[in-house]
């Protein structure tokens, strides 16, 4: 059944408008309605050079219909075909929840072949990850027309919304024109090998980019992922608690549950604000030792962790904990800078909210029985500084128990810490000895750092 009518058979208010460029966008039909009258709505259809102008009555549709009869409007320089419509009214299109964005990228008044395709990517990654950090996957091609063309892939489809929302309408940092568009390619994205069209950066991420690379793991479908991890190999004999592995956990996102299974005190689960968060904690945290024991960290069927019933023991209570209203979340903030600073445990600790006139030896006494370590404040802040092990082990283990707490003698804010994502490890020397075994010299020096921001 045809959606056109002839001008002078036109009963609704919307036209049809065909054989568009396929960088045309709805600003594009606006502009192009405006010229016969006052527009109420536009809506292209993505993928299929088409689209519909809805006017402020049936009247400015006949003529607009007319007038394009005899002389055929243009967008873009393309010639286009304007109709009548028997629609109503425009409606706009609810797109497909996708992770995935189409991008097409079209050439600059100093570029006119378009960028280079080789570092597209890369040029691409630093664009979207102003916005959100968790782009997962890139890859780039070229059409027959001069237009070049990628897919991003994020953690999620609000990431990819958000990233759509932002930086439509803006250019590339090279002067670039760009088109987002919602992709129906389905996640996740194939790269095969990584090179100058396609990048994976789950396995290869400058948000981790350290000395140390990213523990790397197999990934579960899209579709399978959930917000639940399933932690399993946790060592009994030292009666880990759910606070503590909040703590632990709550260094790759907020976490909002914890559960210790009742009849396997060596699994848990931990549930997070979304599944991307889950995802990063699962790429960091799977096969970190803890006590000597490697930890197994997995996706969980569940869906969500349920509370205890009120008639549930004690123990059941004591087993698990809801965290959603903790003041520890570092992550609530959305696109928090917080999150380019998530790394795996690191023998160096990042400590803020240090109180006023806390010295480097009641800072050493609180976090050597840890391990042999040593403290150094930042020259710039002494509410913040850096606590160094000499194994990841004691780093975590401080960290698990004493995140959150008060330093002794004080009141106030409560310490946070967080593993440092310290970039001269290497040249750092601090003021302080080791506490503990051995010892160390050195100047002190506080540039390079990067740090989570201070929580009550």
């Known amino acids: ?67 394009c009869k005899e002389v055929p409007p243009t967008i873009r320089g393309k010639e286009v075909d304007l109709k009548g419509s028997t629609r109503e009214k425009v ?61 991003v892939e994020f953690s999620t489809v609000g990431d990819a919304l958000l990233a759509k929302q932002q930086l439509e309408g803006r250019p590339l940092p090279s002067g670039h024109p760009i088109k987002i568009q919602t992709s129906s390619t389905v996640p996740p994205l194939k790269v095969d090998q990584q090179n100058t069209k396609a990048r994976d950066f789950t396995t290869m991420n400058p948000m981790y980019s350290r000395s140390e690379p990213v523990r790397e793991m197999s990934h579960p479908s899209t579709s399978s992922e959930g917000c639940v991890l399933l932690v399993s190999r946790i060592p009994e004999k030292n009666g880990i608690t759910p606070q503590q592995l909040f703590n632990l956990f709550s260094t790759c996102g907020d976490v909002m549950r914890v559960k210790i299974l009742f009849k396997k005190r060596d699994s848990a689960l931990i549930q997070y604000r979304d599944v991307s968060q889950a995802r990063t904690a699962r790429i960091n945290l799977n096969g970190v030792i803890l006590h000597g024991t490697k930890l197994v960290v997995t996706g969980s069927k569940q869906r969500d962790i349920s509370m205890p019933q009120a008639d549930s023991s004690e123990e059941a209570f004591d087993l698990t904990k809801d965290f959603s209203d903790s003041q520890l979340h570092r992550f609530r903030v959305p696109n928090s800078k917080n999150f380019k600073h998530i790394v795996p445990p690191d023998r160096i600790l990042h400590v803020s909210n240090i109180p006023d006139g806390a010295t480097s030896e009641e800072m050493n006494r609180a976090f050597s029985p840890y391990g042999p370590m040593e403290f150094n404040h930042f020259k710039s802040d002494r509410k913040m500084g850096l606590v160094s092990y000499r194994t990841v082990d004691h780093a975590i283990n401080a960290l698990m128990d004493l995140h959150g707490t008060l330093l002794p003698g004080y009141t106030g804010y409560k310490l946070s810490i967080t593993f440092s994502d310290f970039k001269n490890k290497a040249h750092y020397h601090g003021t302080s000895h080791y506490s503990g075994e051995g010892n160390a010299n050195g100047n002190g020096n506080g540039n390079g750092y990067h740090h989570y921001n201070a929580m009550p």
């Open 1 to 67: 059944m045809s959606d056109t009518t002839p001008a002078d058979e036109q009963t609704t208010p919307v036209a049809f408008v065909r054989q568009l460029p396929s960088d045309c966008t709805e600003a594009d039909l606006e502009e192009l309605g405006a010229k016969f009258g006052k527009v109420s709505g536009v809506r292209l259809i993505e993928g299929k050079s088409m689209g519909f102008i809805e006017f402020e009555s049936t009247d400015l549709c006949k003529n607009a219909i007319k007038i």
């Open 91 to 151: 409606t706009k299109a609810i797109p497909a929840a996708n992770v995935v964005l189409l991008v097409t990228v079209g050439p600059s008044h100093k570029d006119s072949m378009g960028p280079n395709l080789d570092s597209l990517p890369d040029t691409l990654y630093t664009f979207f990850s102003s916005v959100t950090p968790r782009v997962l996957r890139i890859v780039c091609f070229k059409k027959k027309s001069i237009h070049t063309q990628g897919l």
